[in-house]
């Protein structure tokens, strides 16, 4: 099988009319010129350099409501990606949009261009959370367009944040479920960032928002995550992308960790442990995981490890690689 590659193409803030409170898609791209044709042509061609043949390409416009541009603007991008199409050298799109950015005749223009897969940036399933936000969209504006999506035939990728303004724990795992039973192809999670420039940040210097921390996100983020694998939906990506002007002060506070991912992932192992570990009575000598899983098991600094035992006073206990498949626990006692 070819290996994927995804080529992305950022067009920051293109075509959006909304204001969110937590978005400044210029510091959180790392990008501050507008997305021009001739520019996403040399992009694609700077990375197919660096690609080469015998992978299987993808080019990805991100970063904006790409479907809010004018059609003759959304026409001059596409069309560049599909001459790469007609060359064999990608093999589809993709794009990023709003839930009120999508109708029939947006997506047979889509259609046309050789776009596979619509992500859509649904952030909450709670119109209360999105309107405090500033997303200027509802809940039934994400089924009524992801309906629409998968009635046209393309893979829907839904995308959800935590933290926004008035989210809260319970919430979010109502957002999860509510884009579950959805049935997307895959869904992306962003725990709300503090980015400078932004409202949110103003909102958070005067004390009217309080900030989702990495700790709160990972906890959120453990149950959301189950939901999703419990439904057989991948997580495809968990937390921003890490960029240099991110991590050197454009990300100011909030959930951001450019290995958030692994720290959701290695907070759901431990809960796995402890569960398994519950049921046979507080005794375990090691917990066997699937071998690329031991790092993620064990933890951070051991972490894991270091929880265990203080929890059920065990000593030595050990994680090792054993015959089970990626998620599960067995547990030696």
């Not at 995308?159 to 109502?174: C, I, N, S, V, Y």
Request: hydrophobic residues 40%; charged residues 25%.
């Amino acid at each position: 099988m070819p290996k994927k590659s995804i080529i992305p193409v950022f067009v920051p803030h293109l075509g959006c009319a909304h204001d969110c409170v937590f978005c400044n898609q210029r510091r959180i791209s790392g990008q501050t010129e507008p997305m021009s044709a001739r520019g996403a042509d040399e992009a694609i061609r700077r990375s197919l350099d660096k690609i080469g043949y015998g992978a299987e390409i993808e080019v990805a416009f991100y970063g904006g409501s790409f479907t809010a541009i004018p059609p003759e603007e959304q026409e001059a991008l596409l069309g560049v990606a599909a001459n790469f199409i007609s060359a064999g050298r990608v093999s589809s799109l993709r794009l990023s949009t709003r839930p009120d950015c999508i109708d029939a005749d947006t997506l047979d223009r889509l259609k046309r261009y050789g776009v596979g897969t619509i992500e859509l940036g649904s952030q909450s399933m709670c119109d209360d959370v999105l309107k405090k936000s500033g997303r200027g969209h509802t809940a039934e504006d994400t089924k009524k367009a992801a309906a629409l999506i998968k009635e046209r035939g393309f893979s829907l990728v839904l995308q959800m944040m935590t933290g926004l303004p008035g989210d809260t724990r319970e919430k979010a795992l109502f957002t999860a479920r509510e884009i579950a039973s959805l049935e997307p192809s895959g869904v992306r999670i962003y725990p709300t960032v503090l980015v400078r420039d932004t409202a949110l940040y103003e909102l958070w210097k005067s004390g009217k928002y309080k900030e989702h921390t990495v700790e709160e996100a990972v906890e959120w983020c453990a149950d959301i995550v189950t939901v999703f694998e419990d439904a057989g939906i991948p997580v495809i990506r968990l937390g921003l992308n890490p960029t240099e002007a991110l991590s050197e002060g454009d990300a100011a506070g909030g959930a951001y960790h450019p290995a958030l991912g692994e720290l959701v992932r290695s907070r759901s192992y431990l809960r796995r442990a402890e569960a398994e570990i519950e049921a046979r009575g507080g005794s375990a000598r090691t917990l066997g995981v699937e071998r690329s899983q031991i790092s993620m098991a064990v933890g951070q600094k051991k972490c894991n490890i270091l929880a265990l035992e203080k929890k059920f006073g065990l000593r030595g206990l050990k994680i090792i690689a054993a015959d089970v498949k990626r998620g599960e626990i067995e547990v030696t006692e």
